[in-house]
């Protein structure tokens, strides 16, 4: 790192990126921050401030602010613990030893009045909006950082990217970099600086000039290459039409896009493509104060040319109503430079003249869209247009007839069953129509521009081997009221928020496993499902909203109301307040929502016009025709057609789908796409909302580091191992901590970190030691850093005051040297004067040097100085053995007391191992009753698949019968229909043969006949009686049946009863495990009260003499044992709360698959009642058939019954005329010859007679082959009956 620092340190550009670590390591700052014992107190304003502790009062602590030096009381749950020095402006805010809101707070802002916009945590790649032009986005910027590693550069989001692109090519794994962030916050402009170098760094060109400061390059500037070039070129595009001024900003993203690049084997762009997002079409018809719609009509009206604007027929701004705001003009914005740079985008995009012009006829089309203006008849509710000048303006733009596309819109054909009338529409109806219209031709005209878009910029000729996907979307949005595009928005940044839970966790667990610590992996994302699942599950927010818009009463209101009833217990849900303006609450992981359900269920259809979208689609324009070819259309009749999908949501077959819908499939595939890439990501935030540099508002920040999901990061890297630091860098600044631990000599990093950590007596959970590193739990670090600086502290302290004691002492030895040989001077001098004109002095001086006896007393004094000195050192080497002796014996006392307490301490240790095993076998025992639970899960979950597999089959195989029993319905009408006809041909020639029966004989044969019928129709009536034997056979089959579906009905109330049985044992477990954290708090609050004491104890000691320093260090170390007694015992606490919240989730897992067995049973006895419904309409249809039968057969013994009395007269009658022809026997031989031509007459009569008795003969044998048909396919029927009823049992038996 350092390294990097001093090679690069040359470059002006990176005052702006790069950290002055002489600030940083400021030694007055370290002691200050020792000295006044610094934390964070929340503030109103500042959101936090810093503090320093004075006194503490129970659960309240006295702070000072530290700018107003002010007192206050503090509560100690508000403060938040402040980093050290050493970590100020950190690049990686993951690496803070203290990880909350107000560190982090403090290091954005440190860095943001530094010039310091980029900043890591973790796997986020925070950025500040500076709002200003910073040089960091230079071609050398992008040298700097290409091919390097993350840590080898400082922050930016060209170190993400090339990280991203880097990965790609190595591990052939596709990547995705996800921009999120508040409107301002400079989403776009990071997207397009992620754009901007892989066009440079993937390039199959080389570039020929150096790119600008801050922006794109234009196309004369650099010369990338075609593909390169246009795909640089896209987003100028893309923001003119998507792109509108905003009261946060002026260029703000109207739409999300996910940019797709695609890249070769050798790793050279080989196309792209562009994915748009919920497009704010609302905008071009009404626009906030102090905002204005989409940048393309300012730049059009500004840019056009005389003789484009009367072909596009554009007039003054002004004049255009759906310009809510008139002509706004923007500072940082030149709509006609602007224009030239989009048309100059479109022709390096391949869009020809014609192409642009269609395109800004329907932007013209949409302004003039608004200027229609529309009266209400005085007397009807119809709408008038009382003048259409602008509509034939509208016409001529779109291609379309102007009496036709009023009439469509004053008065809607609409189909009303299979006829079409005219609705007449009211005022307000037809304006709702014509912005609708407005808006959807927009929209559609937008999404072709992102199609022909991919059309370019999608290459055959080289394969695409992998891609980076750059998604720029709308942040988390929380407004005082949201309504349904915010919905849409939070929903979108929920699932990306479980994303990245789930990969900051993936990638923590990879970095364990390497290091090889022993982890248990948590997935986060779990913590986002409920409210996720409360959106787009069956019976959530969207799917409720979706089916009230398919019932034509359903308002807001009753979309609320359902919505309330459905989830009121929801944990995520929450009901508005009475007062409030809200209709429902959503509490999401940034916080809770207030939705409005207003208009909701319109936005939701976003219905139009069908009458004027069939037109549109027969325009004379092509480019209109093509944009609205395949139009899906939501009209006032549509609403039929719906079916269930196997998830249970319901969807539109053919022309209606929904906004919701849509969106939801949209999502459902970005969001594979996203799986199945490594994620990169960048928040963006904005600093203030007065679009000033240099300014940060608090609280602004801290409410987008919550929505960004920056906080909840935070929040998850608190439950792992944040900090770590390898073996040597430990070892070199906390060994003095720990002194004589390490010997001398060469000794393994690891196993001098694993001796240190032992001697500074830290709690085993509060570490680990991987291969290379030492990783430590948030707030470990602070604490050792706390504790380095007192021991500095104090050993600077003793230096200090032994340099000024020895400096004092050769002083004061000076001092009295400096006395001692003025005296002398003076007392010699005295002397002196005093002998000097002495004669005998005189002369002794003379005579003293010439004798040997003046030496010998410097010497005698000479050895009796080394008599002195080694008598000195003897006696200091005696009282050197003495206290010798003495720290032997106390050493040795020492060790028995320390043989004492290691004694202590391994019964406690047993003890606690003992406990252990305890929990060990307990947790062994829930998780085997887990393990079962899970397993019946499975099974009733595969038993409810093949339930509903067998239902969908039967559902079939009954609409198939159905449609079989129509199909004989209608023969047995035809059979009926014959059967009359052959009546009334019956009838015809029974009084035909009543007419000619003068024939004795034939009378006898034609008894006989009937006499044979008889017996026929007897032996059918018998066959039929057998049938319905039979028939009530199978009635006692069905009813055997139905009572042995009601016996699996109550083998399934004993299976909910044993279920409930269970829920009591989880409970009855549930108490015990309550039971068992009421011990270990009792536990933990005897421990405290020992603590308590140790302490007072401690207290007492403190005030002995120094003689007890001893027995003060072990009462200091039996308190941090206890201590982390205490901290063992509370993280047991926390896996009991665990154990507590599984169980809990068990039961709720009970419960719904109790509900789902009720739900089943319920079908199950519907489906029975179906079967019994077509078993009784079967028993009437055979009840009918049979009495028509009897019926028919008394009809035929009354007609038998005729024929017999007919006969009895007719032989009395020949008896008489026999009698009379006797008599006259003779005049009877007279006419014989007229009796003879007479027979002859009737023998041809008889003849013909008896030809027509053959033919309805024939014709009643037919009649009784239809009605033998008709009993077959009857008792075909009845069959098929039985099958179903067998299948129905099977399928109970199953389901049983």
Same mark, same amino acid.
């Given at each position: 790192?350092?390294?990097?620092?001093?090679?690069?340190?040359?470059?002006?550009?990176?005052?702006?990126?790069?950290?002055?670590?002489?600030?940083?390591?400021?030694?007055?700052?370290?002691?200050?921050?020792?000295?006044?014992?610094?934390?964070?107190?929340?503030?109103?304003?500042?959101?936090?401030?810093?503090?320093?502790?004075?006194?503490?009062?129970?659960?309240?602590?006295?702070?000072?602010?530290?700018?107003?030096?002010?007192?206050?009381?503090?509560?100690?749950?508000?403060?938040?613990?402040?980093?050290?020095?050493?970590?100020?402006?950190?690049?990686?805010?993951?690496?803070?030893?203290?990880?909350?809101?107000?560190?982090?707070?403090?290091?954005?802002?440190?860095?943001?009045?530094?010039?310091?916009?980029?900043?890591?945590?973790?796997?986020?790649?925070?950025?500040?909006?500076?709002?200003?032009?910073?040089?960091?986005?230079?071609?050398?910027?992008?040298?700097?950082?290409?091919?390097?590693?993350?840590?080898?550069?400082?922050?930016?989001?060209?170190?993400?990217?090339?990280?991203?692109?880097?990965?790609?090519?190595?591990?052939?794994?596709?990547?995705?970099?996800?921009?999120?962030?508040?409107?301002?916050?400079?989403?776009?402009?990071?997207?397009?600086?992620?754009?901007?170098?892989?066009?440079?760094?993937?390039?199959?060109?080389?570039?020929?000039?150096?790119?600008?400061?801050?922006?794109?390059?234009?196309?004369?500037?650099?010369?990338?290459?075609?593909?390169?070039?246009?795909?640089?070129?896209?987003?100028?595009?893309?923001?003119?039409?998507?792109?509108?001024?905003?009261?946060?900003?002026?260029?703000?993203?109207?739409?999300?896009?996910?940019?797709?690049?695609?890249?070769?084997?050798?790793?050279?762009?080989?196309?792209?493509?562009?994915?748009?997002?919920?497009?704010?079409?609302?905008?071009?018809?009404?626009?906030?104060?102090?905002?204005?719609?989409?940048?393309?009509?300012?730049?059009?009206?500004?840019?056009?040319?005389?003789?484009?604007?009367?072909?596009?027929?554009?007039?003054?701004?002004?004049?255009?109503?759906?310009?809510?705001?008139?002509?706004?003009?923007?500072?940082?914005?030149?709509?006609?430079?602007?224009?030239?740079?989009?048309?100059?985008?479109?022709?390096?995009?391949?869009?020809?003249?014609?192409?642009?012009?269609?395109?800004?006829?329907?932007?013209?089309?949409?302004?003039?869209?608004?200027?229609?203006?529309?009266?209400?008849?005085?007397?009807?509710?119809?709408?008038?247009?009382?003048?259409?000048?602008?509509?034939?303006?509208?016409?001529?733009?779109?291609?379309?007839?102007?009496?036709?596309?009023?009439?469509?819109?004053?008065?809607?054909?609409?189909?009303?069953?299979?006829?079409?009338?005219?609705?007449?529409?009211?005022?307000?109806?037809?304006?709702?129509?014509?912005?609708?219209?407005?808006?959807?031709?927009?929209?559609?005209?937008?999404?072709?521009?992102?199609?022909?878009?991919?059309?370019?910029?999608?290459?055959?000729?080289?394969?695409?081997?992998?891609?980076?996907?750059?998604?720029?979307?709308?942040?988390?949005?929380?407004?005082?009221?949201?309504?349904?595009?915010?919905?849409?928005?939070?929903?979108?940044?929920?699932?990306?928020?479980?994303?990245?839970?789930?990969?900051?966790?993936?990638?923590?667990?990879?970095?364990?496993?390497?290091?090889?610590?022993?982890?248990?992996?948590?997935?986060?994302?779990?913590?986002?499902?409920?409210?996720?699942?409360?959106?787009?599950?069956?019976?959530?927010?969207?799917?409720?909203?979706?089916?009230?818009?398919?019932?034509?009463?359903?308002?807001?209101?009753?979309?609320?109301?359902?919505?309330?009833?459905?989830?009121?217990?929801?944990?995520?849900?929450?009901?508005?307040?009475?007062?409030?303006?809200?209709?429902?609450?959503?509490?999401?992981?940034?916080?809770?929502?207030?939705?409005?359900?207003?208009?909701?269920?319109?936005?939701?259809?976003?219905?139009?016009?069908?009458?004027?979208?069939?037109?549109?689609?027969?325009?004379?324009?092509?480019?209109?025709?093509?944009?609205?070819?395949?139009?899906?259309?939501?009209?006032?009749?549509?609403?039929?057609?719906?079916?269930?999908?196997?998830?249970?949501?319901?969807?539109?077959?053919?022309?209606?789908?929904?906004?919701?819908?849509?969106?939801?499939?949209?999502?459902?595939?970005?969001?594979?796409?996203?799986?199945?890439?490594?994620?990169?990501?960048?928040?963006?935030?904005?600093?203030?909302?007065?679009?000033?540099?240099?300014?940060?508002?608090?609280?602004?920040?801290?409410?987008?580091?919550?929505?960004?999901?920056?906080?909840?990061?935070?929040?998850?890297?608190?439950?792992?191992?944040?900090?770590?630091?390898?073996?040597?860098?430990?070892?070199?600044?906390?060994?003095?901590?720990?002194?004589?631990?390490?010997?001398?000599?060469?000794?393994?990093?690891?196993?001098?970190?694993?001796?240190?950590?032992?001697?500074?007596?830290?709690?085993?959970?509060?570490?680990?030691?991987?291969?290379?590193?030492?990783?430590?739990?948030?707030?470990?670090?602070?604490?050792?850093?706390?504790?380095?600086?007192?021991?500095?502290?104090?050993?600077?302290?003793?230096?200090?005051?032994?340099?000024?004691?020895?400096?004092?002492?050769?002083?004061?030895?000076?001092?009295?040297?400096?006395?001692?040989?003025?005296?002398?001077?003076?007392?010699?001098?005295?002397?002196?004067?005093?002998?000097?004109?002495?004669?005998?002095?005189?002369?002794?001086?003379?005579?003293?040097?010439?004798?040997?006896?003046?030496?010998?007393?410097?010497?005698?004094?000479?050895?009796?100085?080394?008599?002195?000195?080694?008598?000195?050192?003897?006696?200091?080497?005696?009282?050197?053995?003495?206290?010798?002796?003495?720290?032997?014996?106390?050493?040795?006392?020492?060790?028995?007391? *320390?043989? $004492?307490? &290691?004694?202590? %301490?391994?019964? !406690?240790?047993? =003890?606690? +191992?003992?406990?252990?095993? #305890? /929990?060990? @076998?307990?947790?062994?025992?829930?998780?085997?009753?887990?393990?079962?639970?899970?397993?019946?899960?499975?099974?009733?979950?595969?038993?409810?698949?093949?339930?509903?597999?067998?239902?969908?089959?039967?559902?079939?195989?009954?609409?198939?019968?159905?449609?079989?029993?129509?199909?004989?319905?209608?023969?047995?009408?035809?059979?009926?229909?014959?059967?009359?006809?052959?009546?009334?041909?019956?009838?015809?020639?029974?009084?035909?043969?009543?007419?000619?029966?003068?024939?004795?004989?034939?009378?006898?044969?034609?008894?006989?006949?009937?006499?044979?019928?008889?017996?026929?129709?007897?032996?059918?009536?018998?066959?039929?009686?057998?049938?319905?034997?039979?028939?009530?056979?199978?009635?006692?089959?069905?009813?055997?049946?139905?009572?042995? *579906?009601? $016996?699996? &009905?109550?083998? %399934?109330?004993? !299976?909910?009863? =044993?279920? +409930?049985?269970?829920?009591? #044992? /989880?409970? @009855?477990?549930?108490?015990?495990?309550?039971?068992?954290?009421?011990?270990?708090?009792?536990?933990?609050?005897?421990?405290?009260?020992?603590?308590?004491?140790?302490?007072?104890?401690?207290?007492?000691?403190?005030?002995?003499?120094?003689?007890?320093?001893?027995?003060?260090?072990?009462?200091?170390?039996?308190?941090?044992?206890?201590?982390?007694?205490?901290?063992?015992?509370?993280?047991?606490?926390?896996?009991?709360?665990?154990?507590?919240?599984?169980?809990?989730?068990?039961?709720?897992?009970?419960?719904?698959?109790?509900?789902?067995?009720?739900?089943?049973?319920?079908?199950?006895?519907?489906?029975?009642?179906?079967?019994?419904?077509?078993?009784?309409?079967?028993?009437?249809?055979?009840?009918?058939?049979?009495?028509?039968?009897?019926?028919?057969?008394?009809?035929?013994?009354?007609?038998?019954?005729?024929?017999?009395?007919?006969?009895?007269?007719?032989?009395?009658?020949?008896?008489?005329?026999?009698?009379?022809?006797?008599?006259?026997?003779?005049?009877?031989?007279?006419?014989?010859?007229?009796?003879?031509?007479?027979?002859?007459?009737?023998?041809?009569?008889?003849?013909?007679?008896?030809?027509?008795?053959?033919?309805?003969?024939?014709?009643?044998?037919?009649?009784?082959?239809?009605?033998?048909?008709?009993?077959?396919?009857?008792?075909?029927?009845?069959?098929?009956?039985?099958?179903?009823?067998?299948?129905?049992?099977?399928?109970?038996?199953?389901?049983?």
């Amino acid at each position: 790192m350092a390294d990097r620092r001093e090679s690069t340190s040359n470059m002006a550009e990176l005052q702006y990126l790069v950290v002055d670590k002489q600030v940083i390591n400021d030694p007055a700052s370290q002691a200050e921050w020792t000295a006044k014992r610094l934390v964070w107190v929340p503030h109103e304003t500042h959101g936090f401030v810093a503090a320093s502790i004075k006194a503490e009062r129970g659960e309240e602590l006295e702070v000072e602010i530290a700018e107003t030096n002010k007192l206050y009381l503090v509560s100690k749950d508000d403060i938040q613990k402040m980093n050290p020095p050493k970590f100020s402006k950190v690049e990686d805010m993951a690496e803070l030893t203290c990880l909350n809101e107000a560190s982090v707070l403090h290091n954005l802002k440190d860095r943001y009045y530094s010039g310091l916009i980029y900043t890591y945590s973790g796997l986020f790649c925070v950025v500040v909006n500076p709002y200003k032009r910073l040089p960091i986005y230079t071609e050398k910027v992008i040298v700097l950082y290409k091919g390097k590693k993350r840590h080898e550069v400082p922050p930016h989001v060209y170190a993400i990217t090339d990280n991203a692109y880097r990965s790609m090519l190595q591990d052939r794994e596709d990547q995705s970099i996800l921009c999120t962030g508040e409107s301002g916050a400079g989403k776009t402009e990071n997207t397009k600086k992620v754009i901007q170098y892989l066009a440079y760094v993937a390039s199959s060109h080389r570039p020929k000039s150096v790119l600008g400061h801050a922006e794109v390059a234009k196309p004369k500037d650099i010369l990338i290459g075609e593909l390169e070039e246009q795909l640089l070129q896209a987003n100028p595009i893309l923001e003119s039409f998507g792109n509108a001024k905003t009261v946060k900003n002026d260029n703000s993203s109207r739409f999300g896009k996910f940019i797709r690049i695609n890249f070769d084997m050798s790793g050279y762009i080989a196309g792209a493509n562009i994915e748009s997002y919920l497009l704010e079409k609302s905008r071009t018809v009404r626009q906030a104060k102090d905002e204005r719609t989409f940048h393309v009509f300012y730049q059009l009206l500004a840019g056009a040319n005389e003789a484009q604007k009367k072909e596009l027929l554009l007039e003054d701004p002004k004049a255009y109503r759906f310009l809510s705001h008139g002509f706004l003009n923007v500072a940082s914005i030149d709509d006609q430079q602007e224009f030239q740079l989009t048309m100059q985008a479109m022709e390096i995009m391949g869009l020809n003249h014609e192409d642009m012009m269609s395109i800004f006829k329907i932007v013209s089309a949409t302004m003039q869209f608004g200027n229609m203006t529309f009266q209400q008849e005085r007397k009807t509710d119809q709408a008038t247009l009382p003048d259409n000048t602008v509509a034939q303006k509208v016409c001529h733009l779109l291609g379309l007839p102007v009496s036709d596309l009023v009439k469509a819109l004053l008065k809607p054909k609409l189909k009303v069953g299979r006829d079409f009338v005219h609705k007449a529409q009211n005022k307000e109806q037809v304006e709702f129509a014509v912005e609708a219209l407005s808006k959807g031709t927009y929209e559609r005209m937008f999404k072709w521009i992102v199609t022909r878009i991919n059309r370019s910029l999608d290459r055959t000729k080289r394969q695409g081997a992998s891609f980076i996907g750059i998604l720029d979307i709308a942040g988390f949005e929380i407004f005082e009221l949201n309504s349904f595009e915010q919905l849409c928005i939070n929903y979108t940044n929920e699932k990306l928020q479980q994303l990245f839970n789930h990969t900051m966790f993936v990638l923590e667990q990879e970095e364990y496993q390497r290091e090889g610590i022993e982890w248990k992996f948590i997935d986060f994302g779990l913590d986002l499902q409920p409210t996720i699942e409360l959106i787009e599950k069956p019976m959530g927010v969207l799917a409720l909203v979706d089916e009230e818009c398919f019932f034509p009463k359903a308002t807001d209101k009753s979309f609320v109301e359902k919505l309330v009833a459905s989830h009121k217990s929801h944990p995520k849900f929450q009901v508005a307040e009475f007062r409030s303006n809200a209709d429902f609450s959503v509490i999401h992981y940034a916080g809770k929502v207030d939705y409005a359900a207003a208009q909701w269920l319109m936005k939701n259809m976003d219905p139009l016009n069908d009458n004027v979208i069939e037109m549109l689609q027969h325009s004379t324009e092509p480019f209109v025709v093509q944009i609205w070819k395949d139009a899906e259309i939501v009209g006032l009749s549509a609403t039929a057609g719906i079916s269930e999908t196997q998830f249970g949501a319901r969807t539109r077959k053919g022309m209606f789908r929904t906004v919701s819908q849509l969106y939801k499939e949209q999502l459902a595939k970005l969001m594979v796409t996203l799986r199945n890439t490594n994620p990169n990501f960048v928040r963006c935030i904005i600093p203030n909302h007065e679009k000033k540099a240099g300014k940060i508002d608090s609280i602004l920040v801290l409410d987008q580091l919550r929505c960004n999901g920056v906080l909840e990061g935070i929040r998850i890297c608190r439950q792992g191992f944040p900090n770590r630091i390898g073996f040597q860098d430990f070892r070199q600044r906390y060994e003095f901590l720990t002194p004589n631990v390490i010997p001398k000599g060469f000794m393994d990093g690891k196993k001098a970190c694993e001796l240190m950590i032992q001697a500074l007596e830290l709690d085993p959970n509060l570490y680990r030691i991987g291969q290379s590193k030492v990783f430590f739990r948030a707030g470990v670090l602070a604490h050792l850093e706390e504790e380095r600086d007192l021991k500095l502290t104090d050993i600077i302290i003793n230096f200090q005051a032994y340099c000024r004691g020895m400096l004092a002492r050769k002083n004061y030895q000076k001092r009295l040297q400096q006395i001692s040989a003025i005296k002398i001077i003076q007392r010699n001098c005295a002397a002196y004067l005093k002998l000097r004109n002495w004669p005998w002095w005189r002369l002794f001086t003379k005579v003293k040097p010439l004798l040997q006896v003046t030496g010998q007393e410097e010497r005698l004094s000479v050895k009796e100085n080394e008599l002195k000195e080694v008598a000195e050192k003897l006696d200091r080497q005696k009282a050197e053995y003495s206290e010798v002796e003495n720290k032997l014996a106390q050493i040795v006392e020492e060790k028995s007391i *320390l043989a $004492e307490q &290691l004694q202590a %301490e391994t019964e !406690l240790c047993a =003890e606690a +191992e003992e406990m252990r095993v #305890r /929990l060990q @076998a307990r947790k062994t025992e829930l998780e085997e009753l887990l393990h079962d639970f899970e397993g019946r899960i499975e099974e009733e979950e595969e038993r409810a698949t093949v339930l509903n597999n067998e239902k969908k089959k039967l559902a079939q195989h009954i609409t198939d019968l159905e449609e079989q029993l129509e199909e004989e319905e209608g023969s047995r009408q035809k059979l009926q229909l014959e059967k009359h006809a052959a009546e009334s041909k019956i009838k015809q020639m029974e009084e035909t043969l009543a007419i000619t029966e003068d024939s004795q004989a034939k009378l006898i044969k034609e008894k006989k006949q009937l006499d044979e019928r008889n017996v026929e129709l007897q032996q059918q009536l018998q066959e039929e009686e057998d049938k319905t034997k039979s028939l009530a056979k199978i009635k006692h089959k069905q009813e055997a049946s139905i009572n042995d *579906l009601e $016996e699996r &009905l109550r083998r %399934e109330i004993a !299976l909910r009863e =044993e279920l +409930e049985r269970i829920k009591r #044992r /989880l409970e @009855a477990e549930l108490a015990e495990t309550k039971e068992q954290l009421a011990e270990k708090k009792a536990q933990c609050e005897e421990l405290t009260q020992q603590l308590a004491k140790k302490e007072d104890e401690l207290a007492r000691l403190t005030q002995r003499v120094d003689d007890e320093s001893t027995g003060k260090a072990t009462v200091h170390k039996q308190a941090r044992e206890l201590e982390s007694q205490l901290a063992e015992l509370s993280e047991d606490f926390d896996v009991e709360k665990a154990a507590r919240a599984k169980a809990e989730k068990q039961r709720r897992d009970l419960s719904e698959e109790l509900e789902a067995l009720k739900t089943e049973l319920i079908e199950s006895l519907d489906s029975t009642a179906v079967q019994q419904e077509l078993r009784n309409k079967r028993e009437q249809e055979l009840a009918s058939t049979k009495k028509a039968l009897e019926e028919e057969q008394k009809t035929r013994e009354m007609q038998v019954a005729d024929m017999r009395h007919k006969q009895t007269q007719q032989e009395g009658t020949l008896v008489e005329q026999l009698e009379l022809m006797k008599k006259a026997k003779n005049s009877v031989e007279k006419a014989k010859a007229a009796l003879e031509a007479e027979a002859a007459d009737v023998a041809n009569d008889l003849k013909t007679m008896s030809v027509a008795k053959q033919d309805s003969e024939r014709k009643r044998k037919q009649l009784e082959a239809h009605v033998q048909e008709l009993t077959m396919k009857v008792s075909e029927l009845d069959r098929t009956k039985g099958d179903a009823t067998e299948k129905a049992a099977k399928l109970q038996v199953g389901r049983a």
